[in-house]
């Protein structure tokens, strides 16, 4: 048991926030993902590389269900960033003279902060009345795709090393070395600015990482308990 965090009722309840947080951010995004194909039947999400044409499409076809996509990423982002916040409390307890919880804290609030303008450009993107952009459209659609992508996971990086660092010692060492092991793919991702052969890297950071903090947040409360 944490002499400092677990003796508090206050401290375990933010311990419990944690956990609800970590679960709101993970559901919040997948469900930004299918309610696309739910509300825009046949609706594919193109890849940003390709042509112009099916971009093109599915923006004006489905630009409705985009809408209610960024809404969704909104509240992923929010429930992120207090994500951070709480780690970042729990950090400064579990290890009052690391650095760990600055980078729980910048790193989650970071990536929280381009997964907002993400869903923002997003909507803007498939904003009311959304006519063809015309030649703009190439630039345009890849905003999102940087922020969301490369810029997300840089940062996203630097809080899954963050929370590594502050759980090391106190949860099973196979634990943290997965979150470091996916801070490097996350990590990784940011190549794919100079080749889409990073893109992989994508997916594995995002929804590995998912149920890695919600494992985390479960097995803090459980030791602090």
């Not at 990536?111 to 703009?136: E, N, Q, R």
């Not at 999102?144 to 099973?172: C, E, N, R, Y």
Request: contains cysteine.
């Amino acid at each position: 048991m944490y002499s400092q965090a677990g003796s508090q009722p206050n401290q375990l309840t933010v311990y419990r926030f944690t956990i609800l947080f970590a679960v709101l951010h993970c559901a919040f995004f997948i469900a930004s993902l299918i309610v696309v194909p739910a509300l825009a039947p046949g609706a594919r999400i193109p890849n940003p590389f390709g042509p112009n044409g099916p971009s093109l499409a599915f923006l004006l076809q489905a630009s409705s269900a985009i809408r209610v996509s960024a809404f969704l990423q909104i509240l992923s982002a929010c429930t992120l960033a207090a994500l951070a916040a709480t780690l970042a409390n729990i950090g400064k307890s579990l290890r009052p003279t690391s650095a760990a919880s600055m980078f729980t804290l910048v790193g989650g609030v970071g990536s929280a902060l381009l997964l907002a303008l993400t869903a923002l450009f997003s909507w803007a993107l498939a904003c009311p009345g959304c006519v063809d952009p015309g030649p703009a459209f190439r630039s345009m659609q890849f905003v999102p795709f940087l922020l969301g992508g490369p810029g997300w996971a840089g940062f996203f990086a630097i809080f899954l090393a963050g929370v590594s660092a502050l759980a090391a010692g106190k949860l099973p060492s196979w634990l943290t070395g997965v979150g470091y092991f996916l801070a490097v793919i996350s990590a990784l991702a940011t190549l794919v600015l100079i080749t889409i052969f990073a893109s992989p890297c994508l997916p594995i950071a995002r929804f590995l990482g998912f149920l890695w903090l919600i494992l985390v947040a479960i097995l803090l409360l459980r030791k602090a308990g």
